[in-house]
Structures are given as C-alpha cells and as structure tokens.
C-alpha cells in the first residue's frame, strides 16, 4: 500500500484562482478490487478547462467537488493489476486526477488506455497526442472545415492545442497565424512550431488596436479561427472574419475570473455570415482513433516538436496551474510526479 | 410610356430611419430593348433588411445608393414584353423596387420568374411562398436541423418569416414558441399561426426577465432558436439553450439604428455546445424550389395561413416601412400599388 500524496479542491476561488484554493492530502492507496489497476502517475496534465470546474456554476461539466481529488488527465505505469488486461510495467494513459497513486476500474470504457512509447514520449499522450491535440484536431477539421490556401488564426497559439493546431493547418496547406502573449512566444511560435506570423496581443490597449494588427497579419482575412480565450481577441478577429467564415470556440478562459464578458459585434454572425461553434472534445470520441494516428504521425515526422514546461512533485502542481492561467508557461504544462 | 412613381433613398439615416429619408420621384418608363420586359407592380415587399441598406457602412449588401431606387421584392404583371418567355397578362415575381413599373432584363438569372396564382394569392409570394418563407424554411431545415419533440423558438413570431417558421416547424412535430411585441400579437400568433405559446417581451425589462418567460414557456429548454432581431431577446434566449442548441441567425434588426449591441454571454456558446449561423438566403438559391413547393402546399393545405398588413399607394410606402421596423403591422408588410 504505497503512500499516495493528492491535492483536493479545498475551497471555491472568488475572482482569481490561487493556490490557496488547494489543500494537500496524503493517503494509502486501498487494496484492489477484482478488475482493478494501480497506476503509478508519471505526469500530471494541468489545463485551462481545470478553472471552469472550480467555480459553483454549472458549467458543461459538473463542479468539482469541495474535499475531492481535483480532476486531471494523467500517464503513467502499471504497478499492480487485477484485470486480465493490463499487467505491472505497461504505459498507459487515464485521468487519474492531482495525485500520484490512482486505483482505476479498467473496464469502465475509456478509463485505461495503452499506449506505445516506441516513437512517442510517455508525456505527449497528455498533450499533442492526447486530449489537447484532438481539441485541435476536432475544431479544425470538424468545425472549421479548412481548405488549402485558406487563412487560419488561433489564440493561446504556443499553447497545447495551439502547437498541435498550426501543425495540423500547416498539413493542410493552409497559411496559421498564432496569437499569444508576449515577444518570446511569438518568435517561438514562428521559429519553432511552423506558424506563418504570430501576433503579440499584449501591446493592444483594445480590440480594435488588435484588429489592425490582425489585418497586417492575414492579409486575405481570416477564414477559420480557433478560440481559445474569448473576451478582446475573440472581438479582434471578429471584426477580420470573411464571408462564410468559421469559428470553433474551445475555449472562454478571459471570462473565467469574473464578470462574463460580452461579445462586442454580434451582428457580424450574420453580416459575414459566420458559424460559431462549440464543443467540447470528450463528447465526440468517436474521432479519436484518426485524430491520434495523424498527430501521433506528426510528432513521429517531427512536423510537430511542441515544448513542455514541467513543475516537479505534486505539491507544485497548484502554484503551476495558477502560472498556466496567467501563460507563464512555454507549450504544454505537467506535473512530473516521480 | 406610362407615368412611374418611384420612391429613392434621399439621405442616410442619423439614429432612427424616418420618412423623410426618402423621397418621391416621377418618371416615364423607357421604351424596352429586345430582351426586356415591362412589368406593372401589384404589391412592393417591405422587409427589416432594407433598414441594412440604408446605412453607409459595409453590410453583407453595398448599401443602397443614394438617390436610387430603394430595392425591394415586387409582384405584378408583366404589361409590355420583348422576351419570347414572357407575354402581356402573366403574373410575375420580381425585385422590381419601391416604383410602379419596372423594366426586367429577363435573361438575367433570378431577375423574374412566372408564378402560378390558381392556389396561392399573388401576394404570398413576397412573403410566406416568397423570400420570407424561403428564409424560415433555410434556417429551419439546413441550421436548425429539428428532430421531431424538439423546442423550437423564433423571434418576430408574427411576421412574415415567424409565421412561415411556426408552420414548417409543426410539421416537423416540434414544440413551436414564439416571441413578439404585445398581447394582440402573441394572441394571433397562438390563435391562427398555430405556436403552441407565444412571449409578449414588452413587460421584461431587461434579458433575465424575458429569460424566465422563456423558461416557462419551453420547459424542456430550447433546441433551436430562430433569431430575427438580437439585442435582449437574444441573451434572453441563449440562457435558456439546451446542450448542443442551434442558432440560426437571420436578423438583427435591433442594432441597426445606432451603436452595436453586445451579446450578454458568449461563453454559453461554449458551455452549452451551441452552434450559431449567419445567413442569407439569396446566397442558397438551390433550396429555393424545394423550399417553395413545400411553402405553397402548407398554404393550399390551410396549414399556413399568413395575414398581411397593406398600405396603399407608392407614396405611403416609407411611412409603412418605418412601421414596419417599430413592429406596428401583423403579419407580412406590403404596399399595394393598383
């Protein structure tokens, strides 16, 4: 029965998110049942969607729960197992939330996967060959629907979904541009990650500042976007959308801590005649085994080299999330648990 | 060469449109070129898109020039032809504008079409077998996409477009619930368009207001929402979208006299899975004899069952159109020209 350290949403934030917001626990992971796994956690994945689960509301998820594990996407190793399937040693990949020990039921559909760490490191099944990289994946190709020589833009660009989204437009020969924070990300986003142009929004006083800078930037308009962040950019590219354009909202992170934030042109849904689409990938699983096996192809070609910023110990993993939600981190955020 | 009243765009609207945007203007007819047609209006269209046209600023159409002929959809007989398809005495649709005659190139795709008055009163196809049942069966049908025991919402329910949609809607075994301004509206609209409830938003100051009415009248949610006029009614509406909810998204008539009106809580696009879609149906003319043939026989059925309200003479045509965008006329707006 090995020591299991976890981290527990110990109370809601108001405003922000802080580290204050969790509690450590430190339990014995229990005896198994038949039909169990004990899954040793190699990397915690920490992500945007994480903040929307701490608030009361509903969201599209329950809330996460006072006084329970936080929720989280993890890889690891088998340590111990009862079901027919899965022995000591075998890499795989769960949501086996903020802890380092996880028991898993492995028949329930889709809590257990094996994966191959021939050509993929162990991590990226958490990032652009996991739940990120089919995000990306899903808006670009089920929402978006691009077309050789169209113009796409994504937010949070040097991100998880957005490496894997410039590399998955870029494959369809499309021109990506990126939108991120600061001159760092920006230069790393067109130097390492394939995208056309990047833009710095963080030197826009507004919406209509960030636009002009869209336009330089996507001289034919914008034909797809990729949101991730909502509120002032999402205004931004709005107002550079063409004719027919295509928008796959994922993500509304700006107007998480607060007050929502409005839209500022909504009648450019119907002047460009645009489709506005949400969606949350887990809904769709069905498109997972494809959307695996080409970003999986991706990385394994190096068409796809995205960058991870890796806290250490569990006891990080807070003040590390905290840090994702404010893009202090360069590419995919984890926790290394061992 | 008959006398032709013609009515133009004088001035650009400053906040509200008024009458006195417009301005008469008398003419001859020209003789006709080979190919031309001479038709005699019956009735002039009058519909909120034109309020679009009226502003500078790029919408989806360039904006109706000044001191030209205000655009709109006609019907009447055709009185003069050099067009071996068309004779003297046959009925015709058109977008022949706000005027008493107007000389067709006939050759053109779309510029007039021979309708048959055996089942359906020329004046129904400018409006429920015309454009505005076009336009509800577009978004019903190819946005929306019902499935029978679905909730379906339309805004504008009593006008031209709401009472098309209400039909086409019942047909496809939905709950049909309608929004409009005033009880006499709503009354109509249950009484003899067949909803099976309709909200009076006047009483709501503001979106959270409406959005319990919404709430009481769809008990199970709202599936589709058909949107003609945005603002409030809109964030009223979204609040109360099911999980992967349609948008189709027609109208905006509310923003159209002055700053652009925001939309309250984008991140529901999100939350709830919604999709959101822009259109016009002058861009899909493929579904158009589909649509139609579908439109008319709800109409010789007696399932659709529209009312109009007329004005008479080309002179009161800009006082009805101002009427027309304050909600003062049930059912189709037109202008009877004979």
Redesign the interface.
Known sequence: MPQNKQIVLDNRPVGEASPANFRLRVTETPPLQEGQVLVRHHYLSLDPYMRGRMNEGK??AEPQPLGEVMIGGTVGEVVESRHPKFKPGDAVVGMGGWQEYSVVDADQPGALRKVDTTHVPLSYYLGAVGMPGVTAWYGLVKIIEPKAGETLVVSAATGAVGSAFAALGKARGCRVVGIAGGAEKCRYAVEELGFDACIDYKPHPDAHSLSKAVKDACPNGVDGYFENV?GMV?DAVMLRMN?HGRIA????IA?YDGQ????????L????????????VS?HMEVWPEALTELATLVATGKLRPRETIAQGIESAPEAFIGLLKGRNLGKQLVKLI
């Open positions: 969201s599209y909502g999402l004719a909202v994922c993500g509304m107007g929502p934030l409005p839209m500022a042109h909504p009648a849904i119907l002047v460009s005649r645009l489709k506005m689409q949400g969606f949350i809904e």
